[in-house]
């Protein structure tokens, strides 16, 4: 039973690495407590797969929910289980998987962690098969990354709608401005300056606990291109890997 079932709403924010899953985190997070009170949302990245089973189902529930009353549970992560593929399944649990062109964000995760090719490459694949098992389901909302940079507002609309948040104009106002692309990478850069106790520290990962942005977060953003990025033998190897995937996004996101 999820947190001894006492939960009213349970919301995941999914997606590929370094495809917006912290900006859908960051609006879904501003909505929620639009509508409830920031009282009663229990937020935030616990780890990946078994992590978040053990939040969910395990001793370390407390952990999440550190107040009593809080009933509305948003998690950010990016590699599921079965047991939390079956809670959207079952229309226990709703999803927002964020999505960007794999060569582009197989491109993003090797600058931003330091990842070899091939561990980026292969972490990519698994979250792109994932995906494929997320989207059959009705509870998982699809956001393109390209859409987040052209009409966000209208994406915070459609994440709005799924969660099933009546929400008015001047609260939509406020999520589009605080999650801006400027204003996430003001937050981002001004984080270097933090004192360590405000961020929270896992062992790959110093971020900021309330929205889960990373120091530099947001550094290139819209500039970044895989075509500059990879080498051409990488190129190749990912064209390869990837082309089911590539083959899908090529409307939207060129892979040549």
Known sequence: MILGGSV????FCSGLPRSGS?????????????VYGEERVAKGYVGERQAVEALLFGKDQKNLRAAAGRDIILIKFHYPTPRLFDLVATGQAL?????????TALA????????SFNTALSDIVSNLQAMEEWRRHEGTLVVHHDDIIAAPDGQIRRIAAHLGLEVDEEQLR??????????MKRLSQEMASWPQERLTRLPNHTFDPVTLLHVGHVSKGKSRDWREQLTP???ETARRVLRPWLDEDAARSPAS
């Open 8 to 11: 009213s709403k349970l919301v």
């Open 22 to 34: 912290t900006w859908s985190y960051n609006v879904c997070r501003i909505l929620l407590e639009a």
């Open 95 to 103: 999803n927002v998987y964020t999505l960007r062109n794999p060569l």
């Open 108 to 115: 993003s995760c090797m600058e931003f962690f330091n990842a």
């Open 174 to 183: 406020q999520c589009a401005e605080a999650t801006s692309y400027e204003a």
């Open 233 to 235: 033998d990488q190129i």
